[in-house]
């Protein structure tokens, strides 16, 4: 049998590709790592969003007797739907990249195309772990409020989407180093966040601070946190650095943000904070949409989907093509703040 009848083995279907890369684990990252999005696999290619308006009044007083006239509102209700993106890598294994490729040791060949077409699929370079990289930048995005393509550009604006308007900018004002101005700023930071919530914080809830680099190293130093940790034994890690540590200060954790290596296509601002709130139920949601094959349709949606295709005219490649159709959305992103290092 040649090699690349191999590839048409059981091993390289789209189903049993498809099932082994739901057994490697998943890439570490920053935000993937903290568990903030709640996974909904959909059978359809859009997410139904439905907004409910509760509104909670003092209801006025009445002597005994007297006509009632306190009925409760009923709320107000809007559907919305929103397509999910497709993510998309491929790699073409070539007939001369396997011409050498024969039996050695106690390896088949069947064994060596394995680890072959493993490196090229889940590998460090690999097509999933490009869609890993895909999806952190989908993450940071939607902390922020968006759903952003590569090049910037906007897919959705949450503020927008839902007729909410984006709160402003917090000037932390770090430069002046001034004592008792910052745990202020956050707890006004979380009574604001906790009251936008209506609800959606819970006794479990936290905020975190992705911060960007000269942020981060603005605020470690500033007076009120250092004399906060000045007796604590998580004062020395802090006079150490800590670049791309984490630490907590009035009740936040405060995140050196550490996006992709180029420092440019995932990253927070230098002198940007960006405050998001964890364990709190239905802000943010990673809707999972069911693959485009047939095997799929109508199906709870995976997170990966790895397709083969064969060379059928003239049997000199075979590829694999590794998909996603997430959609990271922010369903509250009333409840999202940003700051600033500068005044």
Same mark, same amino acid.
Do not use: M, N, T, W
């Given at each position: 049998m040649s090699i690349l009848n191999l590839f048409r083995a059981d091993a390289f279907s789209e189903v049993e590709l498809t099932s082994q890369i739901e057994r490697i684990p998943h890439v570490p990252t920053t935000l993937g790592d903290r568990k903030i999005f709640d996974d909904n696999p959909i059978r359809t290619t859009a997410l139904a969003v439905e907004e409910r308006n509760g509104v909670l009044s003092v209801v006025p007083m009445s002597?005994? $007797? !007297?006509p009632t006239n *306190? !009925?409760?509102d009923t709320e107000r209700r809007k559907m919305r739907y929103f397509e999910a993106p497709r993510i998309f890598k491929g790699d073409t294994i070539h007939a001369h990249e396997l011409q050498n490729i024969r039996e050695f040791g106690q390896e088949s060949v069947m064994m060596q195309l394995q680890t072959e077409v493993a490196r090229r699929l889940s590998g460090p370079t690999g097509i999933l772990r490009t869609l890993d990289f895909t999806e952190e930048f989908h993450r940071l995005a939607a902390a922020q409020g968006l759903l952003l393509d590569?090049? $910037? *550009?906007?897919w959705y604006d949450w503020y927008d989407e839902f007729q909410i308007v984006r709160p402003a900018e917090i000037a932390f004002n770090l430069e002046a180093n001034i004592e008792y101005t910052i745990r202020p700023l956050c707890n006004a930071l979380e009574r604001s966040m906790a009251r936008s919530s209506q609800g959606a914080f819970t006794t479990e809830t936290s905020i975190t601070a992705l911060c960007g680099d000269y942020f981060y190293d603005k605020f470690t130093t500033h007076v009120d946190v250092e004399k906060t940790f000045k007796n604590w034994s998580d004062a020395a890690e802090l006079r150490e $650095? $800590?670049?791309f540590k984490a630490f907590r200060f009035a009740g936040i954790d405060w995140i050196n943000y550490r996006g992709s290596d180029d420092n440019q296509q995932i990253k927070i601002g230098d002198d940007k904070v960006k405050f998001l709130p964890e364990n709190a139920p239905g802000i943010f949601e990673r809707a999972l949409a069911p693959g485009e094959s047939f095997e799929w349709i109508n199906t709870p949606g995976k997170e990966r989907y790895v397709v @083969?295709? &064969?060379d059928r005219d003239r049997n000199s490649w075979w590829r694999m093509e590794a998909?996603? &159709? @997430?959609?990271?959305?922010?369903k509250r992103p009333e409840v999202l703040r940003s700051g600033r290092a500068g005044a």
């Open positions: 002597q005994r $007797g !007297e *306190s !009925e409760r590569k090049d $910037g *550009s906007v $650095g $800590g670049a @083969p295709i &064969f998909y996603g &159709f @997430p959609l990271h959305i922010c």
